[in-house]
C-alpha cells in the first residue's frame, strides 16, 4: 500500500471516527444539531438511533485501520467498498451531500489503493 493510499484510508477512518462521536456524543448537543440540522426535539427521540450509526460508523473505521496497520490492502479496499455503498445509499435516502462528505473520500482511496 503505497503511502498516498494510506494518507487516505487513514483519512476515511479519521472522517469514520468524527461521524462517531458526532452520532454517539454530540447527537442531542448543538454541534451535532447543527451538522445534522436537526431540532432539539427531533435529535431526543432518534438519539438511540444516531448512536447506534455511529457505532457501524466506528466499526468502519477499525476495519480501515487495521488495514492500513497491517498492510492488508484487501481489508482496507473491503472497508471501503462498504464506506461507497454507506454514502450511496445515504444520499439516495437522506441527503445528496452525504455522497460527497463519505463516498467520495473512500473513493480517492480505492483509486489511490487501484494504482498501486
Known amino acids: 500500500m503505497s503511502p498516498v493510499a494510506q494518507a487516505l484510508v487513514v483519512l476515511v477512518a479519521l472522517l469514520h471516527l468524527g461521524f462517531l462521536v458526532l452520532e454517539m456524543a454530540l447527537w442531542t448537543r448543538p454541534a451535532g444539531l447543527k451538522v445534522f440540522r ?37 481489508f482496507a479496499l473491503f472497508f471501503l467498498a462498504c464506506v461507497v455503498v454507506a454514502g450511496a445509499y445515504g444520499a439516495w435516502s437522506v441527503n445528496k451531500r452525504i455522497f ?11 483509486a489511490a489503493l487501484a494504482w498501486t
Do not use: H, I, M
Open 38 to 74: 436537526n431540532t432539539p426535539e427531533k435529535a431526543e427521540v432518534t438519539r438511540v438511533l444516531a448512536a447506534n450509526q455511529g457505532l457501524y460508523n466506528g466499526f468502519l473505521a477499525a476495519g480501515l485501520l487495521y488495514g492500513v496497520a497491517t498492510g492488508s490492502r484487501e
Open 100 to 110: 460527497a462528505v463519505q463516498a467520495l473520500p473512500a473513493l480517492a482511496a480505492l
